[in-house]
């Protein structure tokens, strides 16, 4: 049943609210009838008020019940359409709240699994045009400063589908799910190459990771010299082994490829190195027939993950739509919500803080009326990028590319209460 609201009217049209309503008396909860044993005077004790609990484990696990449903999805190459990838696997989007993703649940990508390294006999040189090549090991990283900050990373073939099939409806957590949000611990590579001393003419740097996949990418001098860390730490524990341990590369906002794992050498150039990355993968073919190379910023992108098609509305009434926005430009400066397929959107609240090139949770209450609707959002960036509609986006790019896909995302509620992702 509905619940009890102030008298703001309506944000936009069938039935979005004003963000600022508070939602009191949703009328969710049991009705509670005493029992017998209360009746008598003898309150009902739990089992587990009768007896000790269990001490918890040294490195402690999510509940046993969680640990069971909760899962990364796995995805295997035929299911990726042929593309041979040793290790991928999606965060589930739809089962968690806030900004921050639980290491266990961060999204992997490994094109050649997972290595196992040991962190004592770990070191990461970097050489090239540089006056004094350094080499360095974990326990000297750790003699820097090491700083934290709050970024997403971002797979740029993260919601690669929508290039192709508007309506293919993949659960959330697989069309995107190739996205999670961390706070980062490291070193600032700046402070590194200002100790190497750069050498003058140099333009690029060749980061190369010590799996099997010998991934390699050529990262902008520029890029190294700002906000690039060789990052430790993620949510405060040291890396997970899927995620680069002991040490990675972080370029806050840069598509996924280019933060490389189990970093080893940082070469620095006068040229990129053009490797395999960087022109048989994570380029973009445009109409014309050329490919754009090194595009590198992640753009301004949102999705609803409350509700959406992992989840079924039971009765009509007020809902909560929450959803998550980011931009590889920095902060997310507006996210509106429509429920009309488009016809009139509404401001959602942004939940604070709003962190530059991090995952920002975005809220906005909905009366749904038990009718079908359309809901979407739409994000804004403080370089005044927009999200676009996907026909805009096509006809702009063509429909032959692959990765760095931020068309809006619709999802159409049925009158059953049924979730399904639609082409508007
Ligand atoms: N050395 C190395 N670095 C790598 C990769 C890899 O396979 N090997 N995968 C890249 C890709 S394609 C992405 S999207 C991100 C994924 O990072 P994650 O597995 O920590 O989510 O790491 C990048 N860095
Ligand atoms: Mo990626």
Redesign the pocket.
């Known amino acids: 049943m509905p619940g009890k609201f102030s008298k703001l009217p309506d944000a936009a049209g069938n039935g979005l609210m004003d963000r600022r309503q508070f939602l009191t008396g949703l009328g969710t909860a049991a009705l509670i009838a005493p029992s017998m044993a209360e009746a008598r005077g003898q309150p009902e004790l739990p089992a587990s008020m009768t007896s000790p609990g269990s001490r918890p484990e040294p490195y402690g696990l999510p509940a046993a019940d969680e640990l069971a449903r909760v899962k990364r999805i796995p995805i295997t190459p035929e299911q990726n359409g042929g593309v041979s990838l040793r290790s991928l696997h999606f965060t589930p989007l739809d089962r968690l709240r806030g900004t921050y993703t639980p290491a266990g649940l961060?999204?992997?990508?490994?094109?050649?699994g997972v290595p196992k390294l040991i962190a004592d006999e770990h070191t990461l040189i970097i050489h090239g045009m540089v006056k004094r090549p350094l080499k360095f090991s974990i326990e000297s990283l750790e003699r820097y400063p090491i700083e934290t900050h709050s970024h997403f990373?971002?797979?740029?073939?993260n919601t690669t589908v929508g290039w192709r099939s508007p309506a293919a409806n993949l659960p959330l957590a697989i069309s995107h799910g190739?996205l999670?949000g961390t706070q980062w611990g490291g070193v600032r590579l700046a402070s590194l190459l200002g100790e190497a001393g750069v050498e003058p003419g140099a333009q690029w740097i060749i980061a190369e990771?010590?799996?099997a996949?010998s991934?390699a990418r050529s990262l902008p001098l520029a890029k190294a010299l700002d906000d690039t860390l060789i990052a430790l730490y993620q949510n405060g524990e040291r890396l997970r082994p899927?995620?680069?341990y002991p040490m990675?590369l972080f370029n806050p906002g840069y598509?996924?490829?280019?933060?490389?794992?189990?970093?080893r050498s940082l070469k620095v150039t006068r040229e990129p190195a053009m490797t395999r990355?960087e022109t048989a993968r994570y380029t973009d073919l445009l109409p014309s027939g050329k490919a754009l190379q090194f595009s590198l910023p992640m753009e301004v992108k949102s999705v609803i993950t409350h509700p959406c098609n992992a989840h079924q509305l039971v009765n009509r009434g007020t809902y909560e739509i929450s959803g998550l926005a980011w931009s590889g430009a920095g902060r997310v400066r507006r996210v509106e919500v429509s429920a009309d397929g488009g016809r009139s959107w509404a401001d959602a609240d942004l939940e604070a803080p709003v962190l530059p090139k991090m995952l920002t949770r975005f809220r906005i209450p909905w009366r749904w009326h038990g009718q079908p609707a359309e809901l979407a959002s739409r994000a804004y960036d403080d370089i005044g990028a927009v999200q676009p509609p996907r026909n805009e986006l096509l006809q702009r790019r063509g429909k032959q590319s692959f990765y760095h896909y931020n068309g809006i995302h619709w999802w159409q509620v049925s009158a059953d209460g049924i979730i399904r992702q639609v082409d508007v």
């Open positions: 961060h999204f992997e990508l490994s094109h050649q990373l971002e797979c740029s073939g190739l999670s990771g010590a799996d996949g991934v899927e995620q680069g990675r598509e996924g490829n280019s933060n490389i794992k189990w970093l990355f």
